[in-house]
């Protein structure tokens, strides 16, 4: 049983199938990337895996147990923790107190541990440092989606689920927001991530998968996938 096992996984919003017959493995200490154009079914995939869509049929197994029939707090509180596209930082708070909140989903540690932790987080996003008693509407988009993965991990996830991160941000800022979840990576964090730019994620991730209009087409180590004609055309803008 993998740590994260998706089982013939079907959605369905109305009558029309949005994720059909999917099945997906994570083990610890992977990162596993779903890359996938617009519409294919990423976000859903994401949304489904933290209980905010039910699935039509299939499976959802999470460290041992099934959580397709658990409620969203419930898999929160066995620390699998979903950083939503689109950077939904607190703008009206410091870098410090949206670190502070994203330890809210644990029982009862101490102000001065999370502090402490939070300073420890920071430490991987050193561009976050000279902000941290910056309001968040002060830094930039790269800034702000650092912080909003920064928070992610106060909330100590088993899994950490990134969607889209680097959507719309300039390339060199891509490199450094990348850099750093290569960083998290390094120090134990199982991540599965969501991406729309198909090259700086298969640098990072130990392995692969190509939605397409709601099936998995294609699955793979990153070397595999990127000698892949179909995954080269259609993804990475090359040809053998």
């Known amino acids: 049983m993998a740590f994260l096992e998706l089982k013939n996984l079907s959605i369905s919003y109305g009558s029309a199938s949005v994720l059909r017959d999917i099945s997906i493995q994570v083990e610890p200490g992977d990162i596993v ?44 509180r066995r620390r699998l923790v979903h950083v939503p596209e689109g950077r939904r930082i607190f703008p009206g708070l410091t870098v410090r ?31 976050l440092q000279p902000f941290i008693n910056s309001l968040g509407w002060m830094l930039s988009g790269g800034q702000q989606q650092m912080l909003a993965i920064a928070r992610g991990l106060m909330a100590q996830p088993k899994l950490l689920l990134l969607d889209e991160p680097s959507l719309g941000l300039a390339p060199v800022i891509v490199q450094n927001l990348f850099a750093a979840i290569r960083q998290v990576h390094r120090q134990g964090m199982t991540i599965l991530l969501v991406e729309q730019n198909a090259n700086i994620a298969l640098s990072v991730a130990t392995h692969g998968y190509v939605l397409e209009t709601g099936r998995v087409t294609v699955s793979g180590t990153p070397d595999q996938l990127k000698t892949n004609d179909e995954v080269l055309h259609a993804y990475l803008g090359g040809h053998h």
């Open 97 to 127: 107190e949206n670190l502070l909140l994203g330890a809210s989903n644990r029982k009862w540690p101490s102000r001065r541990q999370i502090e402490t932790e939070a300073d420890e987080t920071l430490s991987l996003f050193p561009e």
């Open 33 to 76: 990337t779903i890359l996938g154009a617009n519409g294919a079914g990423k976000t859903t995939l994401l949304r489904a895996i933290s209980g905010l869509v039910q699935p039509a049929a299939g499976e959802i197994w999470f460290d041992g147990e099934p959580i397709h029939v658990l409620t969203p707090e419930q898999i929160v």
